[in-house]
């Protein structure tokens, strides 16, 4: 059965600290990982990873796949209370078929 | 970006009731719509993908027949939660794939929330 594993559940960190989520994932026909943000409503799109060791980039966030290990990471630097969120790790099985994650909740306090 | 809508973005029925849930696709067609639910501090449970023209596709443990699902147009998928109870109350949420898009590129309507009564 396929599977998307997401730690931790939940965070409390204080502004300006960095943090790391974490995302494994046992799919079959993998075919790419994706990184949401979701506040209130819908998840907002933050990354896609389909190739191993390539880091992607977007201002304070970063992230990186590793497919032999089948695991990804999020990283949040210098984080902020706007950062407070779910974050969430979905697998792209086949066509367009998505799994998703447990989510991590993350808590930024000031 | 393609943009993805839903309607009603909050609906408030009563046990026993239908409620139906509209998803459009406003600036491309979308063959293949997708459908989850997201309880309370959960993650999104993909229910069922709703294909333009034939009959959706849904995954082990959701009931066809409380969840109606129908793909009428190129950019247009209904989910109806027939008779609601209040264990249906949640957070459902359509996406769709863009031909436009990075492969495997979902976009996300703003989600519909049901509240049962």
């Known amino acids: 059965e396929d599977k998307v594993v997401q730690s931790p559940l939940s965070l409390v960190v204080h502004e300006g600290d960095t943090v790391t989520l974490n995302c494994s994932y046992e799919?079959?026909?993998?075919?790419?990982l994706l990184w949401y943000k979701q506040e209130k409503k819908a998840p907002t799109f933050l990354f896609m990873l389909?190739?191993?060791?390539i880091e992607k980039k977007s201002g304070r966030l970063s992230s990186i796949l590793d497919k032999k290990e089948l695991f990804s990471i999020l990283n949040i630097t210098a984080t902020q209370t706007g950062d407070s969120a779910i974050y969430l790790c979905a697998v792209a099985s086949g066509t367009y078929k998505y799994i998703f994650g447990t989510g991590t909740r993350l808590k930024v306090l000031a | 970006g393609a943009v993805v809508s839903q309607h009603p973005s909050r609906v408030i029925c009563k046990s026993g009731t239908s409620v139906k849930i509209e998803c459009r696709s406003l600036d491309f067609q979308a063959t293949t719509m997708f459908w989850y639910r997201q309880f309370p501090k959960k993650s999104l449970m993909l229910m069922a993908t709703s294909n333009e023209g034939s009959k959706a596709t849904y995954e082990q443990g959701v009931e066809k027949d409380k969840f109606l699902i129908n793909h009428a147009s190129l950019t247009l998928s209904t989910l109806t939660v027939t008779s609601a109870h209040p264990e249906d109350s949640s957070f459902y949420i359509c996406?769709?794939?863009?031909?436009?898009?990075?492969?495997?590129?979902?976009?996300f309507g703003p989600g519909t929330r049901l509240t049962v009564l």
């Open positions: 389909t190739s191993s060791g």
């Open positions: 996406s769709a794939p863009t031909s436009g898009g990075a492969p495997n590129e979902q976009f």
């Open positions: 799919v079959t026909n993998f075919r790419s």
